[in-house]
């Protein structure tokens, strides 16, 4: 089910999520799943034709770019914060705007969210429907027997969770923060569930052997801190990704920026 190797510096994990029988239809859909770009700037934005414009953006946007078409996306997710500086905003939304997915979905994670002060969030909110992708602030979004709910901001906002009426949809929930999941939700919302996506913690980004995160901006300590995670009453699994980008220490130890690829497949395959 769980599957993760390094390719070069971007570790891409490939999950195989199991369906209830009666979701058996949806074997084989697929979920590109990424987060946490934090875009800074590490050079001049090129101008040059054949680069991409978020080429001196710190991450490895072609690479992963790359990853995302050959995996032909039903649906592509994105779990919030993608800039650290202002300054690669439009690099950030050429970049979505990229990436494939005959459905995108965003939530807005802390770092999107502070800065609503000073930088209009109706625009950030333009640019993403501009770049394909529909920003879930604690709203579904139904398409194709699949309910995909998306969370506010644990640290900025007013998570808010509502349960299908009908528990014929399989159920996916995505949250910046994986503190949200105990905050907005109850045992019985658990139940309803069948997979939740959050990311935030970037997986500690450094992480020592037989410990992992040294820090992990969780309110819950080393709880949620990176992977896969299943629980115990209502069996709902929550993948926390390690990220893509960096914030405050300017570095990654064996804790790569990562991209998560996920396959519904029909349980017992
Ligand atoms: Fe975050």
Not at 79 to 101: E, M, T
Not at 147 to 174: A, E, N
């Amino acid at each position: 089910m769980f599957r993760a190797h390094a390719d070069g510096a971007l570790r891409i994990v490939s999950l195989r999520i199991p369906l209830p029988g009666r979701f058996s239809f949806l074997d084989g859909r697929r979920i590109f799943f990424l987060s946490d770009t934090h875009l800074r700037p590490t050079g001049a934005f090129p101008s040059e034709p054949g680069l991409s414009p978020w080429s001196n953006a710190g991450f490895p946007g072609d690479e992963i770019l790359r990853e995302a078409d050959s995996f032909h996306p039903d649906f592509t997710l994105f779990g919030g914060d993608l800039v650290r500086h202002i300054c690669c905003f439009d690099a950030g939304i050429a970049f979505l705007k990229a990436l494939p997915g005959r459905w995108k979905l965003a939530v807005y994670g802390n770092w999107d969210k502070r800065r609503a002060a000073w930088f209009p969030f109706r625009v950030f909110e333009q640019e993403l429907k501009h770049a394909s992708f529909h920003p879930l602030l604690n709203e579904p979004f139904v398409m194709e027997g699949i309910r995909f709910w998306g969370m506010d901001d644990f640290k900025f906002g007013l998570p808010r969770y509502v349960p299908p009426r009908t528990d014929k949809i399989f159920s996916c929930v995505l949250a910046h923060n994986p503190d949200t999941v105990p905050y907005a939700m109850s045992p019985d919302d658990l139940r309803s569930v069948s997979l939740i996506l959050c990311g935030h913690t970037h997986g500690g980004q450094i992480r020592l052997p037989g410990y992992g995160a040294v820090l992990t901006s969780s309110v819950f300590g080393k709880r949620f801190e990176y992977g896969l995670y299943e629980h115990r009453e209502s069996s709902v699994k929550l993948y926390v990704t390690a990220g893509i980008g960096i914030t405050f220490l300017p570095v990654r130890f064996r804790c790569p920026p990562e991209i998560v690829k996920i396959t519904l497949v029909r349980s017992g395959e």
